[in-house]
């Protein structure tokens, strides 16, 4: 029986990551990288986002079939409790529920971490993205308009954002300094959840 597996992802994993993304930047407006980065690149980005927070990998069957992580939003101090969520599927692969099940995943370590407002962005239209945003608990935050450009046309980006926790906070702890053992279980728990699913 095929089995998927949530697990943290490795710089080993660049390559794999990689082609995942290569076809969103060769072929679609959903990222507005122009440039496909090397294998080695990829595994650097891996490196810099894992060491302040998580970036999971899907498999399936031994296979890597996506990838989701989470980055800071801007650079200031008092942005320190904000991330962007990122998320994507190996081509052929979407509308399983796949990628709502790993920011999902995503959501819940960011909040061990004291992690307090999320947010992700949709280039427009993406029907599918939006509806993926709104199942998770994102409101609408706002478009900017024709702020990309792509393909030799502008494109309009939505916002959207999730607050998990209010009041005060504490001072937002680096993802490898989370208890290993209450991330695996965390991990886990999802993945039963997308096996499960997948009956």
């Known amino acids: 029986m ?15 990551l990689c082609a995942i993304y290569a076809p969103y930047i ?15 690149a990829f ?25 989701a992580y989470a980055h800071r939003i801007r ?10 969520l990122s998320v994507y599927l190996k081509q052929g692969t979407h509308g399983r ?18 992690l307090r407002h999320l947010y992700s962005c949709v280039t427009m239209p993406n029907p599918r993205s ?17 702020s990309g450009w792509k393909f030799g046309a502008w494109h309009d980006v939505a916002w959207f954002e999730k607050h998990v926790g209010g009041g005060e906070p504490k001072p937002v702890v680096p993802f490898p ?5 209450i991330i695996q279980k965390t991990l886990n728990i999802y993945t039963e959840k997308l096996n499960l699913e997948d009956k």
């Open 2 to 16: 095929s089995r998927f597996i949530i697990r943290r992802a490795k710089a080993e994993d660049g390559a794999a």
């Open 26 to 40: 060769t072929d679609t407006t959903i990222t507005f990288e122009y440039e496909v980065p090397t294998d080695a």
């Open 43 to 67: 595994s650097d980005r891996i490196r810099e986002t894992a060491a302040q927070f998580p970036y999971l990998v899907c498999e399936k069957d031994g296979g890597i079939i996506g990838y």
């Open 75 to 84: 650079e200031r101090a008092a942005y320190d409790w904000d991330a962007e």
């Open 97 to 114: 529920g796949i990628g709502t099940v790993l920011l999902a995943c995503l959501i819940e370590l960011l909040e061990m971490q004291g």
């Open 130 to 146: 939006v509806g993926m945003q709104h199942r998770l608990g994102f409101e609408d935050a706002g478009v900017w308009h024709s």
């Open 177 to 181: 300094e989370l208890d290993g053992d």
